[in-house]
């Protein structure tokens, strides 16, 4: 009896062992968000679906005061009451006619141009490390061969392609990342509109196991959370499972975005959209905890045929963008908006080689860096710190003829990342005094400049 009894003890613990997460907060929040994502700080986020067919959203300021998204055109077209659904259904009726239901976009999202080879030179060239794809948003259309979206779905109908699939094995064959954005729910699916737990039984929870058993990804990043609880979505039983079970235990990354009151507090690494200067976006930097922000290059995620330049950031606001963040400890996901054809505009390509243009040079100062604690006592206009090890990076966005640091020692060299001019390096009472060439203050006002204090935290 007692071997009988030991054995059943050592099953148990095993068992235990290999479980070590369960269906709770406390218990999922404890998992530590793997080391990768935080050393990468710099993502590409693509919004495509049927939504990129149409391509449209307002940016007449007299109608919305803030930015339209054009992924959300079947909604604002069906659901939205305000000025901005009023354009929307007048644009619609005047470019497809009233008869024109949304589903029938889909004839025209043929991604006949889509080359996933060339998207991942373009990623890999941008100097992101990491790629997540929009799976599924929240017209419910999928990007894979999903069984729970039949007919509703890239391989069934559509371009007949594996798009989530061919995207992976390219993105993975360039060294990066892959993940997956993924929308809890669905604006017209009967289902969900019916019932709720029906629809995360069935549908929900079968169709994000398929993603991650299928495709392995990286990042698991869910959206369309705000409407009920993490209980109804029973996200903790889902995030128990993926930690515990499946096969990207060790490696996955989730966001915060599992229920209504869960973003910045549960989860992953927590998020902040288009807008780090609110307050849940200051709650997010100044926590001892992973984050990101994304956005666009323009206003909208995906692909606004009505924008113009005048809505994109250029190259050089972009850069500051990902410096702002990285320094407040965060990572930047950068968003593209494919056309339905599968290409990427013009616009949005060169924006990304101009980033990886300066990552070439400066990425040291980005990839694997942490905050630097003194560097609000260091507070200068335009001037941003990382630290890797017992070096200091001082990013100028704008030129600082002379600055002076407190609380760092004389480093063992001070040096522009890029350049052969050499900064003048002093020390000061408490610490040290730079003063950069007038060359480089002269580089500084068309791309950040990047001085490395060698040993300076020593």
Request: hydrophobic share 40%.
């Amino acid at each position: 009896m007692k071997k009988y009894l030991l054995i059943f003890c050592l099953a148990i613990s095993q068992f235990a062992a290999a479980q070590p997460y369960e269906p709770r907060w406390e218990s999922v929040d404890s998992r530590p968000v793997p080391a990768w994502f935080a050393e990468a700080r710099f993502g590409i986020f693509i919004h495509w679906g049927l939504y990129s067919v149409p391509a449209w959203a307002t940016v007449d300021k007299a109608i919305a005061t803030h930015p339209v998204y054009s992924e959300w055109y079947w909604w604002q077209k069906n659901t939205d009451t305000s000025r901005v659904g009023d354009a929307t259904r007048a644009y619609h009726k005047a470019t497809y006619g009233d008869d024109f239901k949304y589903p029938d976009f889909v004839r025209d999202f043929k991604a006949e141009r889509f080359d996933p080879a060339a998207w991942a030179d373009l990623f890999a060239a941008s100097g992101a490390k990491y790629v997540v794809l929009t799976s599924k948003h929240h017209e419910g259309f999928a990007l894979w061969p999903s069984a729970e979206a039949w007919n509703w779905n890239s391989v069934d109908v559509g371009p007949h392609r594996d798009l989530a699939g061919e995207l992976s094995e390219a993105v993975r064959e360039k060294g990066l990342r892959m993940g997956f954005y993924y929308s809890l729910y669905e604006w017209y699916n009967p289902i969900y509109l019916n019932d709720v737990d029906r629809y995360v039984e069935q549908h929900m929870l079968p169709q994000m196991k398929d993603l991650v058993c299928r495709y392995s990804p990286d990042i698991l990043w869910t959206d369309g959370e705000w409407e009920h609880p993490s209980s109804t979505w029973r996200s903790e039983e889902f995030l128990a499972w993926l930690y515990n079970e499946s096969p990207v235990r060790e490696t996955v990354v989730v966001n915060d975005r599992w229920g209504k009151e869960t973003r910045g507090r549960h989860g992953g690494f927590y998020t902040t959209e288009y807008d780090l200067d609110s307050s849940h976006a200051a709650n997010m930097s100044a926590a001892a905890h992973p984050w990101e922000e994304c956005r666009g290059i323009g206003n909208s995620f995906g692909y606004n045929r009505a924008e113009t330049l005048e809505h994109y950031s250029s190259t050089q606001q972009l850069i500051v963008t990902l410096i702002e963040r990285v320094a407040r400890g965060g990572n930047l996901l950068l968003d593209v908006g494919p056309k339905a054809d599968g290409t990427i505009p013009l616009v949005m390509q060169e924006r990304l080689l101009g980033i990886g243009a300066w990552m070439g040079v400066n990425g040291e100062a980005i990839y694997g860096t942490e905050p630097w604690d003194k560097a609000a006592q260091n507070k200068a206009d335009g001037v941003f710190f990382t630290t890797k090890g017992d070096d200091l990076y001082v990013l100028y966005t704008k030129p600082q003829a002379v600055l002076t640091l407190k609380g760092v020692a004389t480093p063992r060299r001070a040096d522009i990342l890029g350049a052969e001019a050499r900064v003048r390096c002093a020390a000061s009472k408490g610490g040290v005094r730079l003063t950069l060439p007038a060359e480089v203050l002269r580089d500084a006002q068309e791309r950040p400049q990047v001085v490395r204090l060698a040993g300076a935290l020593r």
